[in-house]
């Protein structure tokens, strides 16, 4: 392993492998470091991405209005969504499917989340395929320097210049880079930063992840001087049946959950036995339904043995 690198890269997900893939391109010497012992994350479990203007869409004959994606996002958001961000992302979105695809990234078409565009383009295998078929090999071809099982303990900066110390293999590193991208995902499995973010108390919401989402880029990144603002959203999925002594995962794809989350026509009641939403606005917005679940404090579903079978 070298000392000195012109990009180190903290997070071995989705992310960080499409940042390293980049970096790659740029000829940079680059450093992928990610603490568990296995890389991708919760990006291994991404269906696929929004894009507008891509290859594929044009093939498939499907146009979407980019300036009336951007004003979906502001008004959706109530305008708190960076407008210049936005409308970048949205106008580049459509290379960034080719850039995907000559990078070893296989589509299996485009397609709508409920009643939405046809932005979705969905990943052959999902995210693990991208990353461990396609970024992964790419950049370890290309002498990206990827290792695992590290602790970072901290990243400072003195004048142009990052150091970034880790402990691996219970030795204690450090090396130096122009750059650091932190591509380490959310914060839901922190109950601590869940806690002060979330508007309801944390027990409601069930992680369905890959377990390591912490917070550490966003706390590596306050230290360095950022500013804690708009920590995120949290994209609920809507309704999910909880077991203390099974993860949340293995009950999300489960006939009965399906049934009871999904299904329609079922009546929903709160704790006062009161119908409190249109049922079938989980066809519509899943999220959203989420939120409605959320501002009760229990929620049955009534169904019989005949709606089972």
């Known amino acids: ?46 269906e696929g991405v929004f894009a507008a203007g891509s290859t594929i869409q044009k093939a498939a004959g499907v146009h979407v209005d980019q300036q009336a994606v951007l004003q979906t996002e502001l008004d959706y958001s109530h305008y708190e969504a960076n407008h210049d961000m936005w409308r970048k992302y949205i106008a580049q979105s459509g290379q960034n499917i ?44 290309a002498g990206v320097t990827i290792t695992t099982a590290v ?14 110390a880790f402990t691996h293999q219970q030795q204690i590193i450090t090396v130096t880079a122009k750059n650091v991208i932190l591509a380490t995902g959310g914060y839901l499995n922190n109950p601590a930063m869940m806690d002060h973010t979330a508007p309801t108390g944390k027990n409601t919401i069930l992680p369905m992840n890959a377990g390591k ?64 939403v249109n049922e079938d606005h989980v066809i519509d917005n899943w999220s959203s339904q989420g939120n409605v679940i959320n501002r009760q404090e229990r929620v049955f579903v009534i169904l019989d043995q005949a709606m089972i079978d």
């Not at 602790?151 to 970034?164: E, L, N, R, W």
């Open 151 to 164: 602790d970072i303990t901290s990243i400072t900066k003195d004048d142009d210049q990052f150091t970034i």
């Open 1 to 46: 392993m070298a000392k000195t690198y012109d990009v180190v890269i903290v997070g071995a997900g989705l992310s960080g492998f499409a940042a390293a893939a980049r970096a790659a391109d740029k000829n940079l010497t680059t450093l992928l470091l990610e603490k568990s012992a296995h890389t991708g994350g919760s990006g291994n479990y991404v």
């Open 213 to 276: 989402s912490h917070g550490d880029g966003l706390k590596f990144a306050w230290k360095l001087g950022a500013q804690p603002f708009f920590t995120g959203m949290k994209m609920r999925f809507g309704a999910q049946l909880a077991d203390p002594n099974v993860p949340p995962y293995k009950l999300w794809g489960a006939t009965l959950a399906k049934l009871v989350v999904r299904a329609q026509p079922l009546l929903w009641v709160n704790e006062s036995g009161d119908r409190f």
């Open 98 to 141: 080719d850039w995907l695809q000559a990078h070893g990234v296989q589509f299996t078409g485009v397609a709508t989340l409920g009643k939405g565009s046809q932005t979705w383009h969905l990943f052959a295998g999902h995210g693990a395929q991208a990353i461990h078929q396609g970024l992964k090999p790419f950049v370890q071809r």
